[in-house]
Each structure stands twice: as C-alpha cells, then as structure tokens.
C-alpha cells in the first residue's frame, strides 16, 4: 500500500514539475532580449563584430510601398545592409526580394510570419523556419546565414529550430525605436547613436507592417545622418556578412 502512494506521489510531482520545465525551457532564453546582458555575456548573439565596422539591418520587409524607398537611399549612400525578411512577404514579393539582392544587400532570415511565441510549439517552429530559410535561399540564390526571431523574442523553440535549420542567430546592439507614431529621424539617429560603437549592430525597420502607420519614414529620414556619423568616426557601414561577427566564418 505503501509503495503505490509513494508512486502516486511521484507521478504527481513529475506531473507539475515537467509543464513547468518545458516552460521554462521556452522562456528563458527570451532573456537575451535585455541588451545590456546580451551585449556582456553574449557578444555574438548581440552582433558585436569588428571594431572598425557597424552592420546596418533592416527588420520586417520587404515591403513594396516602402523598401524600394530604402534602396535608392543605401544606393545613394553607397551603402550594402542586410534585410531580415518575413518568409511569406518574400513569397508575396519575389521581385522585390530579387532587387534586394540584386543591388548587393544580403537577405536573412526574420520567420515565416511575424508571431509572438506564447506558447511552446517547437515541431511549427522548425518547419516554418525552415520554410522561410528555404525560401530566402530561392530567391537569394546562397543559403542564408543570419536569424532574427520576430520582436527579437528567442525562445527554446526558436533556439532549436535556428541549429536544426542551419541557421545562426543574432540581435543587435543599438535600434532606433522607430516604430512608434513619435519617432523622427532626429529621434531614430540620436537613439541609435546613443548606444552605438565601433562592432555594433543596428536595428531598424524598412516597413511599418507591424508598428505605426508611416513610421518607416523616420528610419528612412535617419539613414544620412548615421551613416554620416559613423564615417565620420572612421567605421565603415555594411551587412553582417562583412562584420565579423565572433565565430564567423
């Protein structure tokens, strides 16, 4: 009688304690969102690359009312990027995924859509990741290097699909907020300068799909000043296939 509580017991406990692991496996690594320990701790994660280098990326496109607005300025600046796309944006806009390209920006992987990951569903996690890595390599005609999960949230899931998928994820050290109805682009350059160095990498959005309508254009307005600002502190500005991130092939 003994044994078969002392087994009920155990089946109990193991019965709150493994949800509970699971979850734990799935939020915890969300905590290099915090840019401070991302940046100590996890230097590759955050895009720290060559101090002599910034890498600029784009989050969110492609977007045909306003990505091809953001080529002809990089093209005016003499400038490469690499664009974090959405997978099912690049299936809806092929040919603007081919110019990307085409004018020597690299494209990296941002999702297949843009979700929040509430809650753990690591086999979805590989297969759409999979899919948008798949789809990026179509287009690009290379297989992609770089992962940006959506809102920089990665989780477990995310971690897992990310090795499983080949693919290497990375963050950033200094954005602009330029998603909010507010920003500007003397409020997009002076938060981004704020907190960039020499090896930092830099995060806006070339589209306003998932933030405030218009704001895309503070990001845009913003460009000449950064650009400006980091050649005049002699670092030049590129995509992260050129950054040197730690372990970078």
Known sequence: MRGSVDRGRLFTTAAAVVPALVAAAHIVPAGTWLSGPRRAWLPALAGVGGG??????????????????FLAALDGLSVRATFFVVGEQVLC??????????RG??????GWT?????????????RQLARAAHTVAEVSGVSPTWYRPPYGILTGDRLLAARRTGLRPVLWTAWGRDWTDRATGESVAATVLADLRGGG?????????????????????????????????GLTVGPLGEHRVAGQD
């Open 114 to 126: 843009h979700n929040r990951p509430w809650r753990p569903a690591p086999v979805r996690e590989v």
């Open 52 to 69: 002599d280098h910034v890498a600029l990326t784009f989050d969110d496109g492609p977007d045909p009312r306003s990505t091809p607005a």
């Open 201 to 233: 990498t830099v995060l806006l959005h070339d589209t306003d799909r998932q933030s405030a309508p218009g704001c895309w254009r503070a990001a845009l307005d913003a460009l000449p000043r950064l650009v400006g600002a980091c050649r005049a502190a």
């Open 93 to 102: 806009h092929r040919r603007l995924s081919h110019d990307i390209v085409r």
């Open 105 to 110: 920006h690299e494209l990296a992987v941002h």
